[in-house]
């Protein structure tokens, strides 16, 4: 037996709701495919470090360019510059990323993302405003170096160069090693990033609560100054257990790939010490 309609289907017209469904499935689309496609191009130009690409102004930069154009997302670009510059990547990098970024919404039929971005065809505004706010940021860290990571609270890198120096200054830097986090985040976008970070300083805490100096040393990377002795492999277990423990519990972090936790013998002089943080920021 037929039954009447009671009310209209889903998406029919005059359905508001329906509407704002689809309007909202495509723009989501958008993004996503913006988002990508400039991500390819990026490392296509020679962004160096995959897994820091992702951050939580880049969703913000193409949620702009989606609703706005690239002209009005400016203040995003800026916030994007002054991200960029915290996390460590440098002028040209950023102004590279950002011709990527104005290559792909050029050439909209390039929907793989292999376009040939070059900053000198960026509009000189934009270069601007991102390279501005890197500069406000690269600038205060020079003056202002912070000793805590705002984000996870704990030491910054540059904290950790300071206590090495005085391991190699005091000649005892055969009987510590650096133990390394690194988080493969290539995957996951917007605040999850944050929230992975958070947790790993979490369970570094955890774990090594007896002194150690530990610090933020990039984006995605946390070390430890132990001691070389008897309990440093039982700890590194530890470690990676309470990491796995803390990153289960998030369902958007379920699924990324098992942080690395690895022992790294300290070189011989501290010159070589710092270059050597700077490679595990971005291993």
Do not use: K
């Amino acid at each position: 037996m037929d039954v009447p309609a009671t009310g209209a289907r889903f998406g029919s017209a005059g359905d508001s709701s329906g509407d704002e469904t689809r309007a909202r499935f495509e723009r989501d689309r958008h993004l996503r495919a913006l988002r990508a496609r400039w991500r390819t191009a990026s490392l296509a130009a020679g962004w160096r470090f995959p897994s820091d690409w992702a951050l939580p102004e880049v969703d913000a930069v193409c949620a702009a360019v989606v609703r706005h154009g690239s002209t009005g997302a400016e203040n995003a670009l800026a916030g994007l510059g002054r991200a960029r510059a915290a996390a460590g990547a440098g002028l040209s990098e950023t102004l590279s990323d950002l011709a990527a970024l104005h290559a792909v919404l050029a050439d909209p039929d390039a929907v793989d993302g292999f376009v040939a971005p070059d900053v000198d065809a960026t509009p000189a505004r934009l270069l601007r405003v991102t390279a501005l706010a890197w500069a406000d940021v690269a600038t205060d860290q020079l003056v202002h170096t912070e000793v805590t990571d705002p984000l996870t609270g704990l030491p910054s890198a540059a904290y950790l160069r300071t206590r090495l120096g005085e391991i190699y200054r005091g000649g005892v830097n055969e009987a510590n090693v650096l133990l390394t986090v690194s988080l493969d985040l290539t995957s996951v976008s917007g605040w999850p990033r944050l929230t992975a970070m958070i947790l790993a300083a979490d369970a570094v805490r955890a774990v090594f609560d007896t002194g150690e100096c530990y610090a933020t040393i990039g984006p995605s990377a946390v070390a430890v100054l132990a001691e070389r002795n008897e309990r440093l492999a039982t700890r590194g277990v530890a470690l990676r257990r309470a990491l796995n423990e803390r990153l289960s519990v998030d369902p958007q972090l379920r699924d990324v790939a098992r942080p690395l936790v690895s022992a790294v013998r300290l070189p011989g002089t501290h010159d070589r010490a710092c270059e050597l943080l700077t490679e595990l920021a971005h291993s």
